[in-house]
Nanobody, 113 residues
Framework: QVQLAESGGGLVQPGGSLRLSCAAS????????MGWYRQVPGKERELVAT?????NTVYADSVKDRFTISRDNAKVYLHMTSLRPEDTAVYYC?????????WGQGTQVTVSS
């Protein structure tokens, strides 16, 4: 059974930093591509960053040079710096096994003074 569990969200001031974690189980982690997505009410879920099993990364233009995705020991991380109010969203971890996509429950990130 595939399970993804995010943690690390919270309230942070503009310009601050936060690190999100996603613990994965039920998959062969070293073979799995992982991704972070985010969603705000009334909008579609959008890609933030992905990391392939070989370590190649892709970032949304809006987070390039501010966010870093990494992976280690069945966990994927999203290190977020220079946070802006527009980064406020629920952040989700995702993986794909075969043709099925699996999502975590999400963690809220709020950037506000």
């Amino acid at each position: 059974q595939v399970q993804l569990a995010e943690s690390g969200g919270g309230l942070v001031q503009p310009g601050g930093s936060l690190r999100l974690s996603c613990a994965a189980s039920g998959i062969i982690f070293r073979l799995s591509a992982m991704g972070w997505y985010r969603q705000v009410p009334g909008k579609e879920r959008e890609l933030v960053a992905t990391i392939a099993n070989g370590g190649n990364t892709v970032y949304a233009d809006s987070v390039k040079d501010r966010f870093t995705i990494s992976r280690d020991n069945a966990k994927v991380y999203l290190h977020m710096t220079s946070l802006r109010p527009e980064d406020t969203a629920v952040y989700y971890c995702k993986t794909v096994v075969g043709s099925l996509a699996y999502w975590g429950q999400g963690t809220q990130v709020t950037v506000s003074s």
